[in-house]
């Protein structure tokens, strides 16, 4: 099982794959969709593809636009951000796991 814990976006892409797994449309599950090659590639399980919409980003703006919920636009931006916060978070944390010594380099040593 692959560990979201702490990771930016956390929340989002939790939501999300719950939806995704009952087969729900909502703006988190259809934020989640948009990147399911990357999320497969970091080992998350997600519903076949042809269980999703073929049109992910344009189905996810529209359900934001169809909700009303201000700038429909600025929604659609911000869960694209927070997904790729998440993303680069999550594959920095498995890039670490594979490589001890990366972990090591990635802190620069304490100087006196």
Same mark, same amino acid.
């Given at each position: 099982? /692959?560990?979201?814990?702490?990771?930016? =976006?956390?929340?989002l /892409?939790?939501? =999300?794959?719950?939806?995704?797994a009952?087969g729900? @449309? &909502? #703006?988190? +599950?259809?934020t /989640?969709a948009?990147?399911?090659?990357? $999320?497969r @590639?970091? =080992? *998350?399980?997600l %519903?076949?593809e042809?269980? !999703?919409?073929?049109?992910?980003?344009?189905? *996810?703006? +529209?359900?934001l /636009?169809?909700?009303?919920?201000?700038? +429909?636009?600025?929604?659609?931006?911000? *869960?694209?951000?927070? *997904?790729? &916060?998440?993303?680069? #978070? $999550?594959?920095?944390? !498995? @890039?670490? +796991?594979?490589? %001890?010594?990366?972990r090591? &380099?990635?802190r %620069? #040593?304490?100087t006196?």
């Open positions: 099982m /692959v560990d979201l814990d702490g990771l930016p =976006g956390e929340a /892409v939790r939501r =999300g794959l719950e939806d995704l009952r729900a @449309r &909502s #703006a988190e +599950a259809l /989640v948009l990147a399911t090659g990357r $999320l @590639r970091c =080992g *998350l399980a %519903p076949e042809s269980a !999703l919409p073929d049109d992910r980003e344009l189905a *996810l703006y +529209a359900l /636009v169809a909700r009303g919920e201000g700038d +429909a636009y600025a929604r659609y931006n911000a *869960l694209r951000r927070e *997904l790729d &916060s998440f993303l680069e #978070a $999550l594959e920095a944390r !498995l @890039r670490r +796991a594979q490589d %001890p010594a990366a090591s &380099s990635s %620069p #040593a304490n006196v």
